[in-house]
């Protein structure tokens, strides 16, 4: 698969949500997919739903370790991506910041933010070396406007737009990075979570899909 012309995507939370629904599309696009989600089960699941030319491995992206060696193995197989999806990420429990735990508030940061650089500090200096490539750092409504009991992911969101302007200023011609708003609320299992209120309003991920992919 190394010498492939086909195109590849690489894509972080792909088992639920947006990053399930955009890899059906991809795939539809003819592009090579890679993709990483933490649960193991859900990933043999989508191994068994696709072809071989695709790669699909549990990886926790909070674990700088384990983003490294997964992404040695595909970058090794497949080359420098052409298009990096930074979209996994969790949601805290609703609460008043004041009653989020240190835990709970590091796990957030851990995932949405420290796992989005882990990723970034794997994939991007190859896609540098190869002079072309694309970065999209999933961001949201809540990281451009607070939230109430949503303190810690919203705090995350702002981060992902800070990090991602900042990188935008570091990148060498030919590479570009956004952080990409998905356009309000999505119907995913995080909206059920945290803001069951906007449920009846919002769209499908795989409607999302239908609509962002082509435009990604």
């Known amino acids: 698969m ?6 590849l995507v690489v894509i972080t939370g792909v088992t639920k949500g947006l990053g399930r629904a955009m890899i059906d599309r991809f795939a539809e696009y003819g592009w090579v997919i890679a993709g990483c989600g933490r649960s193991v089960s859900q990933i043999e699941e989508i191994r068994s739903q696709f072809k071989q030319e695709h790669d699909f491995q549990s990886v926790d992206i909070s674990d700088f370790e384990a983003v490294a060696k997964w992404g040695k193995e595909i970058l090794k197989d497949y080359g420098a991506p052409d298009l990096l999806i930074n979209n996994a990420s969790i949601v805290n429990k609703n609460a008043p910041l004041w009653e989020i735990s240190a835990e709970e508030f590091t796990r ?3 995932i949405n933010v420290n796992g989005v650089q882990n990723v970034i500090q794997t994939f991007v200096p ?5 002079k072309q490539g694309v970065i999209i750092n999933i961001s949201s409504s809540w990281g451009r406007s607070g939230e109430a009991d949503l303190a810690p992911y919203c705090a995350s969101k702002f981060a992902i737009e800070g990090l991602t302007q900042s990188m935008a200023m570091e990148l060498p011609q030919g590479i570009v990075v956004v952080a990409l708003d998905p356009g309000g609320s999505i119907d995913t299992p995080m909206l059920h979570a945290c803001a069951p209120k906007y449920v009846n309003t919002s769209p499908s991920p795989d409607a999302w899909s239908r609509v962002a992919v082509p435009y990604i």
């Open 2 to 7: 190394s010498e492939t012309k086909k195109k």
């Open 108 to 110: 957030v940061m851990n």
């Open 126 to 130: 190859a896609m540098i070396k190869k």
